[in-house]
C-alpha cells in the first residue's frame, strides 16, 4: 500500500480515529472505479488498528467493520 493516494486515504482515516468524540462525527467516503484499491485500503487500516487487550484483559476494539451487501 505505498501509493500515494491510498498513503493519504490511511492518513485521513487515523487522523478521525485520533480526532475527539463529537455529536457528528465526520463520516469519509472513499469511492473510486472498480480494482483502484478501496477494498485494501480498508483492509490494511482494520489491519493496522486491530482489537487488543489492556493490563486488566479488557479488549479494546477502535474500529468495526460490517460487510456491504
Do not use: C, Y
Not at 505505498?2 to 490511511?10: E, G, K, Y
Amino acid at each position: 500500500m505505498d501509493t500515494p493516494r491510498a498513503v493519504l486515504a490511511l492518513g485521513k482515516l487515523a487522523d478521525l480515529l485520533d480526532s475527539p468524540l463529537q455529536t457528528r462525527m465526520p463520516n469519509p467516503l472513499i469511492w473510486g472505479d472498480s480494482r483502484m484499491g478501496k477494498t485494501m485500503i480498508a483492509e490494511k487500516f482494520l489491519h493496522d488498528h486491530a482489537p487488543s487487550f489492556n493490563a486488566a484483559g479488557m479488549r479494546r476494539t477502535p474500529l468495526l467493520a460490517l460487510p456491504a451487501r
